[in-house]
Each structure stands twice: as structure tokens, then as C-alpha cells.
């Protein structure tokens, strides 16, 4: 299926493919998500747009301030802060900072709701005027998403990197889970959440905001159609529209002479159903697993 075109620009002006904002032609990288400018697009075979690293020391506009992402390797986010103007983030991101930036703590909701939910346990918000640099430890990409107002974008866990003034950060369950038994007791079962237990919810209810997000391996995108569907690795998953359904799908081996016919052995996948843009990444943990699925989320399935 071929992927939908960003909107139609107007003369004299460019639309970008993947942040879908307006931006200058003549400039090499768009100020509100850092890809290239008018390049051509990968597109695989499948319809998947491979979405290109931010240019090394490429300029994110927001408000009056910049964010400059420096490196390739594990980039850097180096943050010049208008008066008045700020960004919020985990503080093991904290590479430096500088004299002017004032750092204070950012509450969101209870630190026992916090821990339960996986999210940063400390949060801080950086006021300018002045500078901050965050970097995550590890190899990756950082992903600008522009957030237009009343808009929102459903996350994976531990890939949130930065939110500025006027972006709303939450959290809710996933709603994708299976309970699995291990073993002849069908006392001795356990819970699994392939996309982990709660996904982030980043939104802008009346202004616009910027996320930055940190994701390993490379970034492919597609819109898909209302009531499309596609299968993903669960912990591939990275971003999505908040108009985009997730749910689970298992398929099982078919019996041949070898006991796959008891359910024992399966994979996991996570079913997309759109409308809405979804993201994946080229890195994601084994799914393989050696267990009865005893109960679970809806779900479909197919054995082959």
C-alpha cells in the first residue's frame, strides 16, 4: 500500500513528509523536527517510510528557543532557552548545564503512581534564559515530534527524552496483556505485558509542543487507513496516534509429530488497526516463548 503524502503545500512553499509542518525549502533541515529538507523518500516495497536521523548539529525551533542535536552515534540535545520558556525531563538525561538555566522539580501526579507506571522518578523542568545539553547512555536516534494543538501521541515506555512548556505528559494502561502458565501447574501462572504494563500519553491541549524521543536502531513509518491493520513486534513499537487501535494477536505452530500441537510454543504479535500514523524500530527483544496462554486482552490468532 502506498504511504499517504503529506498534505499539499502551497506555491512557493514545503510541506515536511514526516513532521507534516510547513518549512523553508531553501533551508537544509526543517526547524520543527530536523529531517532533511526535500529529500527523497525511502520507501520500502511494503509502504514503510524509513525517517531519517536528525543531521548532526541540525536546529528544532520552539517558541523563541532551539534545541541543536549534535552527534550521530548517541546524539546529544543541546538546549538554548528563551526567557520565560522551558523543557521538562528525566534527570539521569542531564548531560550539563549551564550557569543562566534554572533547574526545578516537575511534579506529575503521586511518586507511588509514578513508580507504578514505570515513569522517571524525578523529574525536572529547565527555565531559561540558558543552556542544558540531555543525552540518553546508549546508541539511538533522537526523534522530534511536533505536537500541533489538540493533537496527542500514544508512547512506548523508557523512550521519552524531552517535553517542552505546553506539552501534558500522562500515562494510562496499555490494555495489551496475556496470562501465561510455565508449567504442569495451572497454579503457577504469571502475567506478561509486551508492550510493558502503561504507555505514555504526550499531548498539547491548546498549544503547540515538541517530545523528544531517544529510539535504537532506525525509525520506519506509515499512515495506515481506517480499519487497516498491520502486525508489529510488540517491543518494535515506538509511537503512534492516539486514533490508532493496538491489540494482540498469537499465532501457534500446527501440529507436526513434534507436540507443537498443544499451544505450548507461540508468538506474540501486536495487531495496528488505524486510522493514524504508526512508528517502528529496527530493534526489538526476542519473541519467542514456551508457555500456555491461559487468558489475555482481546485478542486474535492464527495457528499455521
Not at 21 to 47: F, H, I, K, M
Not at 208 to 226: E, I, K, M, Q, T
Not at 240 to 269: C, K, N
Request: glycine letters at 10%; aromatic letters at 10%; one cysteine or more.
Amino acid at each position: 500500500m502506498a504511504v499517504t503524502p503529506p498534505p499539499p503545500a502551497q506555491a512557493g512553499s514545503y510541506v515536511c513528509r514526516y513532521c507534516r509542518l510547513p518549512a523553508d525549502p531553501n533551508a537544509t533541515s526543517c526547524p520543527n523536527c530536523g529531517a532533511p529538507v526535500d529529500v527523497r523518500a525511502l520507501v520500502t516495497t511494503s509502504g514503510w517510510v524509513e525517517q531519517p536521523p536528525v543531521r548532526d548539529m541540525a536546529k528544532i525551533q520552539f517558541g523563541h528557543s532551539h534545541c541543536q542535536v549534535e552527534g550521530t552515534l548517541v546524539p546529544v540535545a543541546d538546549f538554548s532557552l528563551a526567557e520565560g520558556e522551558g523543557v521538562v525531563f528525566s534527570h539521569h538525561t542531564l548531560l550539563w548545564c549551564g550557569p543562566g538555566a534554572r533547574l526545578e522539580a516537575w511534579a506529575k501526579g503521586s511518586m507511588f503512581n509514578r513508580v507504578l507506571a514505570g515513569m522517571p522518578l524525578v523529574l525536572l523542568r529547565a527555565g531559561g534564559p540558558g543552556h542544558l545539553a540531555l543525552s540518553e547512555d546508549h546508541p539511538g536516534e533522537v526523534v522530534a515530534l511536533p505536537i500541533p494543538p489538540g493533537r496527542a501521541f500514544n508512547v512506548r515506555e523508557h523512550a521519552f527524552l524531552a517535553i517542552t512548556d505546553g506539552t501534558e505528559y500522562a500515562w494510562q494502561p496499555s490494555g495489551v496483556w496475556l496470562r501465561a502458565q510455565s508449567g504442569a501447574d495451572r497454579n503457577d501462572t504469571e502475567l506478561e505485558y509486551p508492550l510493558g504494563q502503561f504507555i505514555d500519553v504526550f499531548s498539547a491541549p491548546q498549544s503547540p509542543g515538541l517530545l523528544l524521543l531517544h529510539s535504537p536502531g532506525n525509525l520506519f513509518v506509515r499512515d495506515l487507513a481506517p480499519g487497516q491493520a498491520i502486525l508489529v513486534q510488540p517491543s518494535a513499537w515506538v509511537y503512534a496516534d492516539t486514533s490508532v487501535s493496538m491489540s494482540l494477536h498469537i499465532e501457534y505452530p500446527a501440529s507436526g509429530g513434534y507436540g507443537w500441537g498443544s499451544f505450548q510454543y507461540r508468538t506474540v504479535w501486536l495487531r495496528l488497526t488505524g486510522p493514524g500514523r504508526v512508528a517502528v524500530r529496527s530493534v526489538f527483544e526476542k519473541p519467542e516463548r514456551s508457555s500456555y496462554v491461559v487468558a489475555s486482552s482481546p485478542m486474535t490468532s492464527w495457528r499455521w
